[in-house]
């Protein structure tokens, strides 16, 4: 451990609680004086999004309030205790902006600080610090003091710099892979639902839209489809089986019995994660079936099932042939927003099973067709898949380098000698 003497971060930085405002002083456009207001929803990922925004007037909003580069904006309070602190920096944005008053802005004293505090925001130590100070309060709140007061490493200024540039370094890696994840998912969203329109000729290659080549389509009741398609019921393709109720006595999360999904809280992207099991004996579901969410907020989501396991109301089984799982998984997953439409009944929306099956869809006829549009949505997954795998081990690199050397166990120093020596 460093023998380095400590100082407060509000030695370092002061923090600005955010604007106060009432609803009916909310303005609906942009004015030569108005201000964007950035809120928690705001901050993500360890950076401002400005999606959502509100706009207000300059009457409400004092100098020491207005973001300025360098400032980093930091949840301070949430009904969600584990949003609270999350942060981000506010560098050379184009407008007018400011911070709502569950948020502050938190205004290093030396504009070259703001990097590295920005990096400490977002340490393990940090997020400890703040979970300390909330713990046993009833209320998610944290004031400015308690932030000023949390110790950090007293670096010398020209560390500061060093430690952030080496952590930045990640920060553009990562941000980098995100972009190249949302340009996939873009692609995969577009592929999918050309492929689950057109689908692929006998090259495997996609098939020409109706507008290029209409001679290979024939009307449906759900518009034009290939000559070699059908529309049908879901309940042609597919066996759709119901889940249970298990009472919560019935379950633990100490593997005793058979694993028992309870809803989307239980997917992890499109399969499963087991987080119950209960004793009750019967089983509802088998591997490599798909699971989808019948009721509450979810309602739409699937997975595949990573195992044989009972399934909770909220779910039901899809059962198809094992050869053509990818093109029902991305079918379903196209769907989503219809099932959505369809949820219906009072304060937890539902689906029921004769809304499922009676779906009508378009579909191959031949397997060999089921079976190529999978492998070609697969194939995309496999891809970002990849970069999530990437982002998640850049992500752990960080955060295990970034508490070494905001703690002093490593110097930033030793480390860019040793860089060089290689």
Request: hydrophobic share 40%; glycine share 8%; net charge negative.
């Amino acid at each position: 451990m460093s023998n380095l003497s400590s100082i407060t971060l509000g030695e370092l930085a002061r923090g600005y609680r955010g604007v106060s405002y009432t609803p009916d002083q909310l303005l609906e456009h942009m004015t030569d004086t108005s201000f964007t207001l950035l809120r928690s929803n705001n901050i993500d990922g360890g950076f401002l999004n400005f999606t959502k925004i509100q706009i207000v007037p300059d009457n409400v909003v004092n100098e020491e309030q207005i973001l300025k580069s360098g400032d980093i904006a930091v949840c301070m309070s949430n009904g969600s205790k584990a949003l609270v602190g999350k942060s981000a920096a506010y560098k050379n944005v184009i407008g007018r902006h400011t911070v709502g008053a569950f948020c502050s802005v938190f205004r290093p004293y030396n504009t070259p600080d703001s990097a590295f505090l920005s990096h400490v925001f977002q340490s393990n130590s940090f997020r400890k610090y703040i979970d300390f100070i909330l713990a046993g309060s009833a209320i998610n709140n944290l004031k400015n003091c308690d932030i000023e007061e949390f110790e950090l490493i007293n670096f010398a200024p020209n560390e500061r710099l060093k430690i952030a540039e080496v952590l930045d370094v990640f920060n553009v890696q990562i941000r980098e892979t995100e972009v190249i994840i949302a340009k996939l998912q873009q692609v995969k969203q577009g592929l999918s639902h050309d492929l689950l329109t057109r689908g692929v000729d006998e090259n495997g290659q996609l098939r020409p839209s109706y507008q290029d080549a209409p001679e290979l389509y024939q009307p449906s009741e759900l518009g034009w489809i290939p000559k070699d398609w059908e529309v049908c019921s879901l309940a042609k393709s597919i066996n759709l089986i119901s889940g249970q109720h298990i009472e919560s006595i019935l379950c633990n999360e100490e593997s005793k019995g058979s694993p028992y999904f309870t809803g989307p809280s239980d997917f992890l992207g499109a399969t499963t994660l087991i987080s119950k099991y209960t004793e009750y004996p019967q089983v509802m579901c088998e591997t490599g079936d798909i699971l989808i969410t019948v009721k509450g907020s979810g309602c739409g989501k699937v997975a595949i099932s990573n195992c044989d396991a009972c399934i909770s109301r909220q779910l039901m089984a899809i059962q198809v042939n094992p050869k053509v799982t990818a093109f029902w998984l991305a079918l379903f997953q196209n769907h989503r927003e219809k099932f959505n439409q369809m949820a219906t009944g009072g304060n937890i929306p539902g689906i029921s099973r004769n809304q499922i099956l009676e779906l009508l869809i378009r579909t191959p006829k031949l397997d060999d067709e089921l079976i190529a549009i999978g492998n070609m949505i697969t194939g995309i997954d496999a891809k970002i898949n990849g970069e999530e795998l990437s982002l998640e081990k850049l992500k752990l690199k960080k955060s295990g380098l970034m508490d070494d050397l905001l703690t002093g166990k490593v110097r930033v120093t030793d480390l860019i000698t040793q860089a060089k020596a290689s």
